[in-house]
């Protein structure tokens, strides 16, 4: 489905960004990319819908290799991958609806995306979206009035509102108190397997990795140091990954999570 091949992002500083990564990641499969700080966690996804340039390598969506396409259809292919931010890029000012119909504007015409009028199709989708994170009862209020949990919510529907076959997600916990951020990635995780979307989710935590995904990727200095289940994460594949530290705690803290969420 997505296939990654000695993906490269070298800076004109020098400094090595990703280091040749490859990588399959096959229809309906959400995988947790760790590591530390400056490992290229956030780097790796935005080279795959060229956000940021790669320096070499190839980026292949199914058939279509995204490295090569020209503008208009690079444009065309970003419809294919939802992408969720860390900092929800919301427009402040806007409705939530209006924010979850920004997804749709790659699919209408320029003056439709200018004066913000949607087919009903895509209006009526919007509300089912609402309804199923559920936020349907804020569909007319402002973005700027909504908890970071929410607009993490209107964020996921926006990117689900394309009907992208890939889920790119940056760090969507990193802003969120510890049960908000249980719920939005159980969520994540229920939506993708509902409609059979693959997902890359860069996340910071963890025990969240290990709580939620069947396959982890861990990264250290653009190079992929570790593929595969997250019960293999031991202490010292974490010392590999980030350095030597306690990495008891952060596994015994998969089970307290795991005992907390029987209890929500």
């Known amino acids: 489905m ?7 992002k070298t800076y004109k500083t020098g400094d090595k960004a990703l280091k040749a990564v490859t990588l399959d990641v096959p229809p309906g499969q959400v995988i947790a990319l760790i590591g530390p ?13 060229r956000l940021v340039e790669p320096t070499s390598g190839s980026v ?6 995204l490295t090569t396409l ?3 259809a690079l444009r065309r292919e970003r419809r294919r991958m939802g992408m969720i931010f860390q900092e929800y890029a919301l427009v402040e000012r806007l409705t939530v609806m209006e924010n979850v119909l920004s997804g749709r504007l790659g699919y209408v015409g320029f003056w439709r995306a200018l004066t913000r009028r949607f087919p009903q199709k895509d209006v009526d989708e919007a509300f089912r979206l609402l309804d199923r994170v559920g936020l349907l009862h804020m569909a007319d209020k402002r973005a700027d009035q909504l908890s970071g949990g ?7 529907c926006r990117a689900l509102i394309q009907d992208p076959a890939l889920l790119l997600v940056d760090e969507p916990t990193a802003s969120l108190d510890p049960k908000t951020s249980r719920q939005i990635m159980r969520l994540i995780c229920e939506l993708c397997a509902e409609r059979g979307l693959a997902a890359i989710i860069n996340i910071h935590d963890v025990a969240l990795a290990q709580r939620f995904v ?3 990727i861990g990264l250290r200095f653009g190079e992929i140091v570790y593929d595969g289940p997250p019960d293999g994460l031991t202490p ?6 980030y350095g030597e530290e306690d990495w008891e705690a952060t596994i015994e803290k998969v089970d307290e999570d795991d ?3 029987a209890a929500e």
């Open 2 to 8: 997505l296939r990654l091949d000695a993906l490269t």
């Open 37 to 49: 700080s400056g490992a290229g966690k956030s780097t790796l996804i935005r080279c795959i819908n």
């Open 60 to 65: 292949m969506l199914e058939t279509t290799n």
């Open 70 to 72: 020209r503008p208009a």
């Open 150 to 156: 929410q607009r993490q919510r209107v964020g996921i």
């Open 214 to 216: 069947a396959r982890v």
């Open 236 to 241: 010292e594949k974490l010392t590999e990954i």
């Open 259 to 261: 005992a907390v969420e």
